[in-house]
């Protein structure tokens, strides 16, 4: 591992330090109103997401990403926290990260790349709308007897006026100058404005004190015992899946952002090892998030030295300067999510919507639609489910036969085709077995039997010709398959001289 001093597109250290500046405040209010969601303490989620900040940054696959303490994750430790209580939550990080390592060493990461396009946009929409709701949370206030209710008057218009400030400073001054991040001088401004002429505006204080001490090393207070883990196993299961899942789709859309290329098994491992590490410091453990990662590309962050001083950043607020973190108005944050927000959306996606396949325009809509709904890894799997099925029933219709009579007066059918589970319906209707000659030849050089449904298929294909008292010559199918030819008999005839050297998706044949 290296830093690169110098001014590229890898990374320039003055540009990764004020992004990681600007990172680290967006990372306080996030980070604080996670640890509620999940219902921990505010300085766990604090911790969570220096020390997974900090880890991956160092050891990950994609300098230049941001993780932390996530929603995605904060909504299923929920359940955990309330159940059993915070300690069995750090147990449970600890496992997570020890799969997300097994996961990485197995060298899975790569499967990420079989997500659909269609499911990505999905994904990336799905997620900007979750990031805009979540903000909606600062135009809400708490009265004496602690009903929550929407800003109204002079309190909304100042609201809605610092938030427009916010993104009109982000949006014009990189084209003024790109000395400074724009979200950095945007935040700084904003709170200068509110600070100095003492307007009352609602502060990241008024969510709670982000004041603390070090990560102390903390073992889970937790029985060791089979008990115990047939509790935890099941959340870390799903903790790893979903924040391995929006770790590497984040990952695949920094590097189309960068046009760079990172390493998703090594992403993998460096999640993992945080993980661990922040379950054994009293963290709540994180993923990639999509937000932070955004405002730190878009601000010029593209080193590992982004990530590190934006975790260290975190660290010194709570260290040493959370009276002033404290006074910056909830408002500028929320003006710097909004425009993530609008950099995060896909809006090319309503301009192809009547250009790509109906199909896919559905799984974007799907996508989003249960992202918001629900979580970030069930939406990826529904959405993988669905473009799978779409793919099958396609292909399906593309198996056919043309028809030959040879010297000999035998009939061969020519197959065309992928032959597997959903074209085997279509497959059993080419065929005549009842009007056909004596002697059938089925040629498969044109056709590729991909699964055991495939291999099925024939079989009872042979059996059907040979209870009609016919002989059948199947040429070119691969060796495998004839292997599986139990019910035939000996009126089939198998020609593997000339077959192809594929091997069927067969669970017999592993």
Not at 112 to 130: T, W
Not at 181 to 197: D, F, H, Y
Not at 422 to 443: C, Q
């Amino acid at each position: 591992m290296y830093f690169n001093f110098d001014c590229t597109d890898h990374g320039c250290p003055k540009n990764d330090l004020l992004s990681g500046l600007t990172v680290a405040l967006a990372l306080v209010p996030e980070a604080v109103a996670f640890a509620f969601v999940a219902g921990v303490e505010p300085l766990v989620g604090l911790y969570a997401a220096f020390m997974v900040g900090l880890i991956t940054a160092t050891f990950g696959g994609r300098p230049g990403m941001i993780s932390g303490a996530t929603g995605a994750l904060a909504v299923v430790m929920v359940a955990l926290v309330a159940q059993h209580g915070v300690e069995y939550l750090f147990a449970a990080v600890i496992l997570m990260g020890i799969f997300q390592i097994v996961i990485g060493l197995l060298k899975l990461g790569k499967f990420i790349r079989m997500v659909p396009h269609p499911v990505m946009l999905g994904f990336v929409n799905g997620l900007a709308i979750v990031i805009f709701l979540a903000q909606l949370k600062g135009f809400q206030v708490t009265d004496a007897a602690g009903t929550s209710h929407w800003m109204a008057g002079g309190q909304l218009g100042l609201m809605l006026g610092l938030v427009a400030l916010t993104m009109a400073i982000i949006h014009f001054l990189p084209k003024l100058t790109r000395a400074v991040p724009s979200s950095l001088a945007a935040i700084v401004t904003v709170s200068a404005i509110v600070i100095g002429l003492g307007l009352e505006s609602r502060t990241v204080g008024d969510m709670a004190s982000i004041g603390g001490g070090l990560p102390e090393f903390h073992l889970p207070q937790v029985p060791l015992t089979w008990e115990t883990l047939r509790i935890i196993l099941p959340y870390s299961l799903i903790f790893a899946a979903v924040g391995l899942i929006e770790s590497l789709l984040t990952l695949s859309l920094i590097d189309e952002l960068t046009e760079t290329r990172g390493r998703g098994n090594r992403e993998c491992i460096g999640q993992g090892a945080a993980n661990v590490a922040t379950g054994l410091f009293g963290g709540m453990g994180g993923c990639a998030m999509i937000g932070q990662s955004m405002i730190n590309v878009n601000s010029g962050g593209r080193g590992r030295l982004s990530g590190i001083s934006a975790a260290l950043f975190l660290l010194m607020f709570i260290l040493f300067a959370s009276s002033l973190i404290e006074m910056i108005p909830l408002a500028a944050l929320t003006g710097v999510m909004f425009m993530v927000v609008i950099g995060t959306f896909e809006w090319s996606s309503f301009r192809i919507m009547g250009k790509i396949p109906k199909a896919d325009a559905f799984i974007i809509v799907l996508v989003s639609g249960v992202t918001v709904a629900t979580d970030l890894a069930i939406a990826v799997v529904v959405g993988v489910i669905v473009s799978a099925l779409v793919f099958a029933w396609e292909h399906a219709k593309h198996i056919n036969v043309t028809t030959s009579v040879d010297r000999l007066g035998g009939k061969v059918y020519e197959l065309s085709g992928p032959l597997f589970f959903a074209s085997v319906k279509n497959f059993h209707e080419l065929f005549d077995v009842k009007n056909d000659p004596d002697d059938v030849v089925i040629e498969f050089q044109n056709s590729r039997v991909v699964d055991h449904s495939a291999i099925e298929a024939i079989d009872s294909l042979a059996e059907r010709y040979l209870k009609a008292g016919k002989r059948l010559h199947l040429r070119h199918l691969s060796a495998e398959c004839t292997g599986l030819l139990e019910k035939a008999g000996d009126l089939v005839e198998v020609n593997v001289i000339e077959d192809p050297k594929y091997r069927v998706a067969d669970d017999r044949l592993a």
